[in-house]
């Protein structure tokens, strides 16, 4: 599946919850299909910078696909985190390079999130793009 259909399938699952507040809450319960980033893996390189809580990713190549772990100290950091890196993970470098995420804007939740929330997201989506292009050289 493609990103773009990736990220409306997401919206719309989460669009059928009345409010932002709860779709947050249930973005913040909910368990993904990422596997959890090993703690032996958690090393300061791994680190996102600019990120409120501490965010490790990691990211790998298999079958021409980039594939993502990340963990988060934060159990809301970690649900954002991991919808986000859900949105990208198992995609082709260039399609991570040209899909930019619109996921929590359509879901009402950026506006409840506080600017250095949002800019610790904004930096993940940067070290996920960095990976990506670093496998197309």
């Avoid at 893996?41 to 910078?49: I, N, Q, T």
């Avoid at 809301?76 to 890196?85: E, I, P, R, S």
């Avoid at 260039?94 to 506006?111: N, R, Y």
């Amino acid at each position: 599946m493609k990103i773009h259909q990736r990220q409306e399938a997401f919206i719309s699952k989460y669009m059928i919850l009345p409010n932002a507040h709860e779709r947050l809450a249930a973005l913040t319960a909910r368990r993904g299909p990422l596997s959890e980033l090993p703690p032996e893996e958690r090393v300061d390189s791994a680190l996102v910078p600019g990120c409120v809580s501490r965010v490790w990713l990691a990211g790998k190549m298999e079958n021409g696909r980039c594939r993502f772990q990340i963990h988060a100290e934060s159990a809301l950091v970690k649900g954002l985190a991991a919808a986000l890196c859900e949105l990208y993970d198992d995609a082709p470098p260039q399609e991570i390079l040209d899909e930019e995420p619109h996921l929590f804007e359509s879901l009402g939740i950026a506006a409840h999130l506080s600017p250095t929330r949002l800019n610790g997201l904004a930096h993940l989506r940067g070290r996920i793009a960095e990976f990506a292009a670093s496998q197309l050289t």
